[in-house]
């Protein structure tokens, strides 16, 4: 047995096998062969099992996002068999008697490059497919390579750290802990562990992953943040006994379903949930969420090979919003840049991405990409209860250009005789300190604010939310970030909009009452932690002096 001791950042125990994630660009190695026979017979078994992944990915996808969407991963299968992309690789191991690897990467990046120097936007965008179908096949060449269909039931992923496009590709289903070697509290990898209600513990060092090997049997202590690697019957017996009181207690939660989130001297609060897709929407419903307070809509384009269209975008937002019933549904346009990063987007690298090129700053000045999101919002507004929030707001003049681009894509839709709904709440995210700074400025333009404070305290505090070297630094209770929300609860109330917070302090049972005394209408967290907030709301006292 070797032990690990980490950050846990969901609480929960996890018992299962070590799948190592491998990232899928991993180094080539240029290796001389003797037999290159051999080499090409690889490179055929290979392809047929790329070939058959893409063909469950494409079943699943034309479930899920329809033919259109689907049909990107037909035109990945042919690529596959294409006759010159095939030739080239036999060449390069015919002429330079090199390993089948090598020879796909080098005719990727040659191919990659032909199609760059296109004219023609549509065969550019097809370097990007040559290089996925050319990843794929390199991680079929190399077994341990974690892909879409290869990792297996009760896997415990283990990785040095996880990059939100990463994350969004494993098999969720199968997936029951992540352990990272590295990575921060308030990483998006973090907080998907905690949308997901699984076990998660990060920053166990650099030496975990030497000592690991897939299959390894695994026991992850979300609370504690410890890590046993083929644990001993001991202590796998006093897991497997935390393992089931944790669940006795959630289970105990479970009664407080259908109760209301009122505390004991009467006032209410909504609780709801943050998710990141669709696939969410059961446990928000097991949950008892009073409505989706942050719906993370990158998601979908980090999900994507290319820009999600219109209608792929329609579809979700209309389930989604289905699903709840005319509960308040509230989707945070396209929030890409620093950790989130979308190959397709071809956004330059950044020595400060955080404070980047990224989210609303994006949209603004890519209005044709954003005016899509609008219309399929808008268009799927007529299917529930919706709010359009949009990220990272730090002036009255952005956000006047926003609404203006509202008004447009509105305006287009009537034209054209599409139904949208009236009644649609607009709200902006309070995350950074300008925001809340002018939030007297803002909060008339609006409906409501939602505080991000993943970002409002990084950016308050000076603490990079992706550097654990500073989490230190990071004081989550930090007078400053209550000031600020404070602050922003006081200007909407008094330009008559409401106020939530959707960052992950939202579920911080130690600030609740804090929150409640603030005026805080909303708390979003990710939808685990409702029942649990729930029992904490029903036991505060607000009209007892503090
Ligand atoms: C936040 O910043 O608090 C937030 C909710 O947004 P994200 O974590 O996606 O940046
Ligand atoms: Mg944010």
Known sequence: MIKFKGKGVYGAVAIGRISVFNRQEAQ???????????????????????????????????????????????????MIEDDDYNESIVNIIENQLVNAEYAVALTSDNFAKMFR???????????????????????????????EGSVHDDAVICADDLAPSETVSLDKEKVIAFVTAYGSQNSHTAILARNMNIAAVIGVGGKFLESVRNGDIVAVDGYTGEVFVNPDSDVLDRLKAKKWEDHEKKALLQKLRGKENITLDGRKVNIYANIGGIDSIGSVLLNDAGGIGLFRSEFLYLENSDYPTEEQQFTVYKRVLESMGGKKVIIRTLDIGADKQVDYFNLDKEENPALGYRAIRICIDRPEIFAVQLKALYRASVYGNLGIMFPMITSVSELNKILEICGNVKNDLKSHGVDYSDEVEIGIMIETPAAAIISDRLAPMVDFFSVGTNDLIQYTLACDRQNPRVEEFCDTHHEAVLRLIEMSAVNAHKNGAWIGICGELAADTELTETFLRIGIDELSVSPGYILKLRDTVRNIDLSKNK
């Open 117 to 147: 120097s296109m004219d023609d936007a549509y065969m550019q965008a097809r370097a990007d497919d040559v290089r996925d179908i050319s990843n794929r096949i390199i991680s079929c060449l190399s077994d341990s390579v974690i892909t």
């Open 28 to 78: 080539v190695r240029r290796i001389h062969i003797t037999d290159p026979e051999f080499e090409k017979n690889r490179i055929k078994e290979a392809e047929a099992i790329a070939i058959r992944q893409l063909k469950q990915i494409h079943e699943k996808a034309l479930k899920e996002v329809g033919e259109t969407n689907a049909q990107i991963f037909e035109i990945h299968m042919m």
